[in-house]
């Protein structure tokens, strides 16, 4: 399939503007044998342009490293809370910091916890958008249908193999059938899917976008979680604005994929494909929505 065309750059802040405006995302990500998922998200995040990351720590080592690796974000010591979801504690412990978009699943792990957390998320009251990544798309393997629960819009970002657990059937690897399997798992689910790859689809399951940047040396571990705090900022900020249309959370998504993969092919032209790593990413999002927003 043809790639789309760029999207149009992040709104500007006015002059006067303070960290509310710029939105507020609340991240459940990272755990003790990874936790280097959540300093992605989190600094990913504060690069993209959110006005305060809150980062909630399932595991009581993420608060020693995120207030060295990310310490602008504000940490929220929840492990506890979080394992009684099912009896109300996390939408009470959730509700309490106000913040305009929630994500949730890079390096949680697999486990009862995280399908406590992932159900919870989706049953709470919030009416903001949420985004599920990664583990929390493998809690709900087979069961798309449940993202209809959520109160607000929901977007998902699955490579692959995650996009094959959750719909139940194998992800065609070529353009068209990647595009076609997209827009059905997004009408199934009522989210807007952002299927990673060479190509990445974003679909509301109407309207769909086919990403024209990226690059082979992107195939590493971690960015998706660089993505995933990039789309998590977006989306916080365009909440900060007000309600939002489904017509934003799109553009919200499509922006995000597109930046991301951008921030890859000016870290692959300076220091080459071999080698590259997430991190180079998140060093090259403020260079990458400088250069979206001039073009």
Do not use: W
């Not at 010591?77 to 979080?82: F, G, K, S």
């Not at 690059?215 to 998590?232: I, R």
């Amino acid at each position: 399939m043809k790639p789309s065309s760029a999207p149009g750059p992040l709104p500007p802040l006015p002059d006067d503007a303070h960290k509310g405006d710029a939105g507020r995302a609340l991240c459940v990500a990272g755990s003790r044998t990874m936790p280097g998922a959540a300093v992605l998200v989190a600094r990913a995040a504060q690069r993209a342009g959110v006005g305060l990351v809150v980062m909630a720590c399932v595991d009581p080592s993420l608060l020693s490293i995120l207030a060295i690796a990310a310490p602008e974000a504000v940490l929220v010591d929840a492990p506890e809370d979080l394992l009684r979801a099912h009896q109300g504690e996390l939408g009470r412990l959730l509700d309490t910091r106000s913040c305009h978009a929630r994500l949730v699943g890079p390096g949680l792990g697999l486990g009862e916890r995280t399908q406590l957390l992932v159900r919870g998320l989706i049953a709470s009251s919030f009416k903001g958008p949420l985004l599920l990544d990664a583990d929390a798309l493998n809690a709900l393997a087979g069961e798309p249908e449940r993202l209809r629960d959520a109160q607000g819009p929901v977007v998902i970002t699955p490579h692959p193999g995650e996009a094959e657990r959750l719909a139940s059937t194998a992800a065609p690897r070529d353009a068209a059938g990647r595009a076609d399997f997209a827009r059905a798992l997004a009408r199934r689910s009522g989210a807007i899917v952002c299927l990673k790859g060479k190509g990445t689809v974003v679909t509301d399951g109407e309207e769909l976008f086919v990403n024209p940047t990226g690059n082979p040396g992107m195939a590493t571990a971690g960015t998706g979680d660089v993505l995933a705090g990039t789309l998590a900022a977006y989306l916080a900020r365009a909440a900060a604005r007000g309600p939002l249309a489904r017509a934003d959370v799109l553009a919200a998504a499509r922006r995000a994929v597109y930046v991301h993969g951008l921030a890859g092919d000016l870290a692959a032209l300076e220091l080459g494909r071999e080698g590259l790593i997430a991190s180079d990413l998140v060093d090259r999002l403020p260079a990458a929505q400088k250069q979206l927003a001039g073009s």
